[in-house]
């Protein structure tokens, strides 16, 4: 069984992204939590994450080129 991660995408809130990552890693459940790494992907890379909770669109809109 592969282990699964979660992607937390944060600005400067310090208290629930630490707490929750600490929550994920300590159940031993096949899933880890961490700060994201953004950067340019390649084309048909796989995916390092298999969700992404972002704590940060909501004070830096992410504005998509048109």
């Known amino acids: 069984m592969s282990v ?3 992607g937390v995408i944060v600005g400067r ?7 929750f990552i600490e929550e994920v890693n ?3 459940a096949g899933v880890i939590a961490e700060y994201v790494k953004l ?4 084309m048909n890379e796989p995916c390092e994450y298999a969700v ?6 909501h004070e ?3 504005i998509a080129p048109t």
């Open 4 to 6: 699964k991660k979660i």
């Open 52 to 57: 992404l909770i972002d704590r940060i669109s």
């Open 39 to 42: 950067g340019g992907t390649r």
């Open 26 to 28: 300590s159940r031993n």
């Open 13 to 19: 809130e310090w208290s629930f992204p630490p707490a």
């Open 60 to 62: 830096i809109p992410i």
